[in-house]
T-cell receptor, first 117, second 114 residues
């Protein structure tokens, strides 16, 4: 069973369009994240949600709007896509507190490769 | 501020050589966690190890070993007898105690040639 699944795996679209990436985790974790990995492989956190509440927003443009309908889902909606949005987007989840986690605190999805034409 | 530095952008070795990937971190927290992840060419992020700030014991797992030294704020990763399958980008990461935020280094690309 996949722990953190995100769809789609690949997304090719034109500049100016609006698109969404879905993420679901079946681990019962309290915290979920979105990361962006650019072409130079630099991995940077975008958002962090705990129990459906936004706790970290790393100065991401307003065009990016995360939505957490429940603890197991954190979807990412992007409006008016720009060329610079081309990247791999990773969803992840973890337990709330360090004391309660096992050795692997953060589980990643396989990534969504977004390409803007 | 929290920061993770992986000064080695890319390393190339020949199979069976030992290689060490450096990681230096910066934090004001007394409780924090350090991690290494592997990203093979297929793109997924593979968890390798987690270390707690209060546990400086070094760890060995097969051909992998990790050297955590708080005195130098380093958490280096050594692969002994490297293999072609070790070729990947390796990330060092740091998190706050509550895991609200993870900080990743810029990654070190390891090329192991046959």
């Amino acid at each position: 069973d996949t722990a953190v699944s995100q769809t789609p795996k690949y997304l090719v679209t034109q500049m100016g369009n609006d698109k969404s990436i879905k993420c679901e985790q079946n681990l019962g974790h309290d915290t979920m994240y979105w990361y962006k990995q650019d072409s130079k492989k630099f991995l940077k956190i975008m958002f962090s949600y705990n129990n459906k509440e936004l706790i970290i927003n790393e100065t991401v443009p307003n065009r990016f709007s995360p939505k957490s309908p429940d603890k197991a889902h954190l979807n990412l909606h992007i409006n008016s896509l720009e060329l610079g949005d081309s990247a791999v987007y990773f969803c992840a989840s973890s337990q709330e507190t360090g004391a309660s986690v096992g050795n692997q605190p953060q589980h990643f999805g396989d990534g969504t490769r977004l390409s803007i034409l | 501020a929290q920061k993770v530095t992986q000064a080695q952008t890319e390393i190339s070795v020949v199979e069976k050589e030992d290689v060490t990937l450096d990681c230096v971190y910066e934090t004001r927290d007394t409780t924090y966690y350090l991690f290494w992840y592997k990203q093979p060419p297929s793109g997924e992020l593979v968890f390798l190890i987690r270390r707690n700030s209060f546990d400086e014991q070094n760890e060995i797992s097969g051909r992998y070993s990790w050297n955590f030294q708080k005195s130098t704020s380093s958490f280096n990763f050594t692969i002994t007898a490297s293999q072609v399958v070790d070729s990947a980008v390796y990330f060092c990461a740091l998190s706050e105690a509550n895991f609200n935020k993870f900080y990743f280094g810029s990654g070190t690309k390891l090329n192991v040639k046959p």
